[in-house]
C-alpha cells in the first residue's frame, strides 16, 4: 500500500468506514507479529498481542501524523504492548522472571545495534544447510506456525519425539551461527 | 543436550515447570557461559519465529473491533438513560388496573405503590432495561447488518402466521427432532482452545453455547468437552485437535479433521444416530464409548462399550467394531475389527544389583514378582536419575501390512546400563530371539530385516537395566514395507497380560 493509499485508507477509517481498516491489517499484520513473536515466547498470547496492537493502533488512529512510517507507528505500539504484558506477567509468574526480560533486553539492544542484520542473515545461512527432513520440520513449526501436535500428526511421530528433534534442530542451528558468527 | 538446552528450549515452548525454571535460574547464575548460550538460542527461536508465512488475524481483529463499536452504543445508550430517567414512562408506577378490585385492595395497592418506592423504581427499571435492550439490539443490527434495519415491520395478520408456522414447527420438532439439549463447551482446560465460527475466530471459553457450522481447534495445550445436558452424551477434544459441528438437524453430525477424540455417547433416537466424519472413514454410533483418532493418512477407533459401525471412505466397505476392538481406515492397512491395542506392559524391578543384564534375569524377583506394574502408549521409555532399576516392557506387535520390517533401538544412556529388545516369530514368548541389542550410547545399526504377517500377532519383549544419573531414553523404532522410519507406537501394539 502506498503512502497516498494508506492516507487515504485512515481518512476513511476516521470518517467512521471500519471495513477499511481490514485493508491496513492485512498489509501489516506479518511485521507487527514478527516484532512481537521476537519478544515474546508464547504463541498464543503472541497472537493476542498482535490483536491488541491493531485495536489499540485503530483507538489512537486520530494521533497518527498522515505522511509518517505508519508500519514504525504500529511497531512502537507493538513494543509498548510487549513491554506492559512483560512487567504484568513478570509480576504473576516467576518462571518468566529474569528471562523474558533478558529477552527483551537482548532484543531491544540488537534491534538498537547493527548486531540482529548478522545473526538474521546467519540464520538464514544455516536453515537452508539442514538436511530435508530438518527442513520441513522448521516449515511446519515456524512457516506455518503448526503446534507440536498437529506437526506430530503430519510426520507420524509422537508430540515427544517430534518436540525432541526440533530441539535437537536448533541446537544445530545455534552451534552453525556461533561458527558463522565467529568467522566475520 | 545438555541440561541447560534442555531447559531453554523447554522455556522457548512454553513448557517450563516451575521447578525447572528455578533449575534454570541456578544454572545461569553459576555458569559464566550459560548466559550466553541461553540468549543466543532463544535469539535464534525468535529469529525462525519472525519466518512466518501465513498469517490471517483480519477477521478475528475486524471481529473484535466491531464487538467494541456495539458496546461503545451500548454504553451511549445507557449514558442517555442515566441522563434523562423519565424518558418513555421509565420511571411511572406498574401498570395495574384498580377497576376491577375492591377499594380495601385499591388502597393496599396504593399504600404498596406510595410506602414502596423500590417497587416503582424496580418497575421503572424493568421497563428502561427493555427499551434499552431494545434500542441496543436495534442500534447494534443497525451496524451489522445495514442502515435499512429493520426492514419488516410486523402486522398483526404476519404474528399470527408466524404463530402458526412456529406452532407446526415446534410440533414437527417435537415428534421428530433430536432429544438433545444445545451443545455447550462444558470444560476447557488449558490455553490455546480457538472457536472459528462465520468466518470469525473466537477464544472459547468453558459455557460457550456451539451451534451447527462452528469449527473448535485446540492447540497443543488445550483440552475441551462438549456436553448436550440434558442427554448424558460427552465428547471430548484431546490437544491437537479440529473438529467441526457439521450439522443438529438430523442427528448430531461431527466432522473430525485431525487430532482425537474421546466419546461417551447416551442412547440415540432411532435414525439420528451420531455420526462422526474424518478424510477417511465415517463412524455411526448409537450409544457407546468409544476413541476416534485422525492422522494425516489414517483413522483408528477404538471401541470400549457398546459397538459402531465404521465405513471405509475410499470403498464404502463398513465393519461392526464390538467393544475391547478397534480397527484402521487406511492406505494398505487391513480393514477389519482386531483386538484392541495400545501399548505394553511395564514390569519395574527396584535395587537390581549386579552390572550386566544376566543381573536383572537372575535376580530371584525375575520375572514374576516385580515391584511396580503398569502400561505405557509407545516404545519410548524416558529415564532420569535411576540406579539399579530393571525394566521388563512386553506384549504383541500387530503389523499393519505384509512385508520386511527393520527395528532400531535408539538409547541415550550410560554405559553401565543395557537394553535388549526380543521378538518372537509366533505369539509364543517361548520362541523368542534377539532383534537388538545395546550396551552403548547411540543407535544400533541397520538390522537384517524381519518378514512379519498383517493380521498376526508376534511376541515382542525390551529388557533393561539402567544405572545412571544423567536423564537419558531408550526407544524403538522400525520401518515398515513402503513407510519411514519412526517410533513404534501403541497403535501397533497390545500389552501381554501380567502373571498374579
Known amino acids: ?170 541446537i544445530a542451528l545455534r552451534e552453525c551461527i556461533e561458527k558463522h558468527l565467529a568467522r566475520l | 543436550m545438555t541440561r541447560l538446552e534442555e531447559l531453554t528450549l523447554d522455556l522457548a515452548d512454553d513448557a517450563l515447570s516451575r521447578e525447572a525454571a528455578l533449575e534454570l535460574q541456578r544454572l545461569l547464575a553459576h555458569e559464566g557461559s550459560a548466559r550466553q548460550t541461553h540468549i543466543r538460542l532463544l535469539q535464534v527461536e525468535a529469529g525462525l519465529r519472525a519466518t512466518r508465512q501465513n498469517l490471517d488475524l483480519a477477521p478475528s481483529i475486524m471481529g473484535r473491533l466491531r464487538a467494541r463499536m456495539a458496546d461503545g452504543i451500548a454504553r451511549n445508550v445507557m449514558t442517555e438513560i442515566r441522563a434523562n430517567p423519565l424518558m418513555r414512562g421509565a420511571s411511572c408506577p406498574p401498570e395495574v388496573s384498580t377497576q376491577s378490585r375492591s377499594p380495601t385492595s385499591q388502597k393496599r395497592m396504593w399504600r404498596r405503590h406510595t410506602a414502596a418506592p423500590g417497587v416503582q423504581r424496580d418497575a421503572g427499571n424493568l421497563r428502561a432495561r427493555k427499551w434499552f435492550m431494545r ?54 482446560q488449558g490455553t490455546g482452545l480457538r472457536l472459528e465460527r462465520a468466518g470469525q475466530t473466537l477464544i472459547a471459553t468453558a459455557g460457550m453455547s456451539l451451534s451447527a457450522g462452528d469449527v473448535l481447534r485446540a492447540s497443543e495445550n488445550g483440552t475441551a468437552t462438549i456436553t448436550f445436558v440434558p442427554e448424558k452424551t460427552r465428547v471430548s477434544l484431546n490437544a491437537g485437535t479440529e473438529l467441526k459441528l457439521s450439522s443438529l438437524l438430523h442427528g448430531k453430525r461431527f466432522e473430525l479433521h485431525l487430532g482425537k477424540l474421546e466419546a461417551s455417547v447416551a442412547p440415540q433416537r432411532p435414525f439420528r444416530p451420531l455420526v462422526l466424519n474424518t478424510p477417511h472413514a465415517d463412524a455411526r454410533v448409537v450409544g457407546t464409548h468409544f476413541i476416534l483418532t485422525v492422522a494425516t493418512n489414517a483413522t483408528r477407533l477404538d471401541v470400549t462399550e457398546g459397538s459402531v459401525r465404521f465405513t471405509r471412505i475410499s470403498d464404502r466397505r463398513a465393519v461392526r467394531v464390538p467393544a475391547g476392538s478397534y480397527a484402521v481406515a487406511a492406505p494398505n492397512y487391513e480393514f477389519a475389527a482386531l483386538p484392541k491395542t495400545g501399548g505394553l506392559l511395564r514390569e519395574c524391578w527396584i535395587g537390581v544389583t549386579g552390572k550386566t543384564m544376566f543381573a536383572l534375569r537372575e535376580d530371584p524377583r ?39 520390517y527393520h527395528f532400531w533401538l535408539n538409547y541415550s544412556l550410560p554405559d553401565s546400563s543395557y537394553a535388549e529388545v526380543t521378538m518372537s516369530p509366533t505369539e509364543n514368548p517361548a520362541e523368542e530371539v534377539a532383534i537388538a541389542r545395546d550396551g552403548k550410547v547411540g543407535v544400533t545399526q541397520a538390522p537384517p530385516p524381519i518378514q512379519l504377517e498383517a493380521g498376526r500377532r508376534y511376541y515382542i519383549e525390551i529388557q533393561t537395566l ?35
Open chain 2, 466 to 500: 539402567i544405572n545412571t544419573k544423567t536423564a537419558g531414553y531408550i526407544s524403538l523404532e522400525w520401518k515398515p514395507p513402503g513407510g519411514t522410519r519412526e517410533l513404534l507406537t501403541g497403535e501397533f501394539l497390545s500389552p501381554a497380560k501380567p502373571k498374579r
Open chain 2, 135 to 188: 434500542t441496543v439490539q436495534q442500534r447494534s443490527l443497525g451496524i451489522l447488518l445495514g442502515p435499512t434495519w429493520p426492514w419488516w415491520k410486523p402486522k398483526p395478520i404476519s404474528i399470527a402466521l408466524a404463530a402458526c408456522v412456529i406452532l407446526t414447527v415446534g410440533l414437527w420438532a417435537w415428534f421428530f427432532g433430536p432429544t438433545m439439549g444445545k451443545p455447550i463447551l462444558a470444560e476447557v
Open chain 2, 366 to 404: 525375575f520375572p514374576d514378582h516385580p515391584d511396580k506394574r503398569d502400561f505405557i502408549d509407545n516404545l519410548e521409555l524416558k529415564v532420569s536419575e535411576t540406579n539399579q532399576l530393571g525394566v521388563r516392557l512386553r506384549g504383541y506387535l500387530h503389523p499393519p501390512v505384509t512385508g520386511n
Open chain 1, 1 to 170: 500500500m502506498s503512502n497516498t493509499d494508506l492516507d487515504n485508507v485512515v481518512v476513511r477509517v476516521l470518517a467512521g468506514d471500519i471495513d477499511a481498516y481490514e485493508a491496513i491489517v492485512r498489509d501489516y499484520q506479518l511485521e507487527v507479529w514478527k516484532v512481537v513473536a521476537a519478544m515474546l515466547l508464547n504463541a498464543q498470547l503472541t497472537e493476542d498481542l498482535v490483536e491488541q496492537t491493531f485495536i489499540s493502533a485503530f483507538q489512537h488512529l486520530h494521533s497518527y501524523e498522515r505522511g509518517r512510517d505508519f508500519g514504525a507507528w504500529l511497531k512502537e505500539i507493538a513494543r509498548n504492548q510487549v513491554r506492559q504484558e512483560i512487567r504484568r506477567r513478570t509480576r504473576e509468574d516467576v518462571r518468566i522472571e529474569h528471562y523474558q526480560a533478558q529477552l527483551l533486553q537482548s532484543y531491544e539492544l540488537s534491534a538498537q545495534s547493527s548486531q540482529s542484520q548478522p545473526l538474521q542473515e546467519a540464520l538464514e545461512e544455516c536453515t537452508r544447510k539442514l538436511p530435508p527432513a530438518s527442513a520441513k520440520l522448521v516449515e511446519l513449526r515456524y512457516h506455518r506456525a503448526l503446534n507440536f501436535g498437529e506437526i506430530a500428526a503430519l510426520v507420524g511421530r509422537t508430540v515427544e519425539a517430534t518436540r525432541q528433534q526440533l530441539g535437537r534442530i536448533r
